[in-house]
């Protein structure tokens, strides 16, 4: 593209994050989806299985296909939930509390390497901004009933 547009940044700029969170997962074996689900599961209570997805925006079978790959590798175990017996709780093994810690140490590392080389006032902007964006695709206020392109 000539011009840089906002869509192509955001996406640029994931795409990479997401390329060196999955080479880092890569050294323990893991994935991207796998440690950010990690991070999402309540270490000590476990998390019901309904409220995951929404929790993380995935959609159930991309989810369902995640907690199928960490139960095969010892990381999660579904348990009935005692509040609610139609419900499952996924729960962390020792293994999956071990491998959350990895994850929440890869993204630590990410955030203060930002921090340190971004000025505070630029991060608040930065926030501010992706807050706007998300506010304004949650209230559909980009493309009202049907989408239109200009």
């Known amino acids: 593209?000539?011009?840089?547009?906002?869509?192509?940044?955001?996406?640029?700029?994931?795409?990479?994050?997401?390329?060196?969170?999955?080479?880092?997962?890569?050294?323990?074996g893991s994935t991207m989806a796998t440690g950010f689900t990690l991070l999402?599961?309540?270490?000590?209570?476990?998390t019901p299985s309904t409220s995951l997805g929404p929790k993380m925006g995935m959609?159930?079978?991309s989810l369902s296909r995640t907690?199928?790959?960490?139960?095969d590798k010892g990381l999660i175990v579904r348990k009935k939930n005692p509040e609610d017996g139609r419900s499952?709780?996924?729960?962390?093994?020792e293994f999956g509390r071990e491998m959350r810690e990895f994850s929440k140490g890869v993204v630590l590392t990410f955030d203060e390497a930002v921090k340190e080389a971004v000025p505070e006032k630029d991060l608040k902007t930065f926030m501010?901004?992706?807050n706007t964006i998300m506010e304004m695709i949650n209230?559909?206020?980009?493309?009202?009933?049907?989408?239109?392109v200009k």
């Open 128 to 130: 501010d901004v992706a």
């Open 88 to 93: 499952v709780l996924i729960q962390l093994t």
């Open 40 to 46: 999402n599961i309540d270490p000590e209570e476990g």
């Open 1 to 28: 593209m000539r011009e840089k547009t906002i869509d192509y940044v955001l996406r640029a700029t994931w795409i990479a994050v997401a390329k060196m969170y999955n080479e880092e997962a890569g050294k323990k």
């Open 59 to 61: 959609e159930a079978t």
């Open 139 to 148: 209230n559909k206020k980009i493309y009202k009933s049907e989408t239109t």
């Open 67 to 71: 907690l199928r790959a960490m139960e």
